[in-house]
């Protein structure tokens, strides 16, 4: 997991851009984003793969690919990225509005990736995608 807390930025700088890598092909940018303040957590298979079990089956989580949480703390932005990654991506999109969390789940949608978000996430953080990705709410 990769964890990342940010405090407000109040000297006018530019906002740091935070890279997410493609879970397929971890050598590749898939996004950037930026994050005025609060945590991001990032779960994804590519990072030890099959590390993440669902305490349903005892097996493997399969219900994405990457996930990334931006909440108030790190430990809540690490417990929810994991959660996500475990219950997929519409009922972990539905967990983190609930929450008052944000994020986005990467998942792979007929040989190619697609992106999911909470409501208002892109535009909130800058969300930029590489070219032909989709992108949905």
Do not use: N, W, Y
């Amino acid at each position: 997991r990769r964890h990342h807390q940010i405090s407000p930025c109040k000297d006018g700088l530019d906002l740091p851009g935070l890279d997410l890598r493609d879970p397929r092909r971890p050598e590749e940018r898939l996004a950037s984003l930026t994050v005025e303040a609060g945590a991001v957590s990032t779960s994804g298979a590519d990072q030890k793969p099959r590390h993440i079990l669902d305490p349903r089956t005892g097996r493997a989580a399969a219900g994405a690919l990457s996930v990334t949480v931006v909440a108030s703390s790190a430990m809540e932005a690490d417990a929810l990225s994991t959660a996500v990654f475990v219950l997929g991506a519409e009922k972990g999109l539905a967990l983190l509005s609930a929450r008052g969390a944000e994020g986005l789940v990467v998942t792979e949608d007929g040989g190619g990736l697609t992106l999911r978000t909470t409501p208002g996430f892109a535009e909130r953080h800058a969300l930029v995608v590489r070219p032909g990705l989709k992108v949905r709410p």
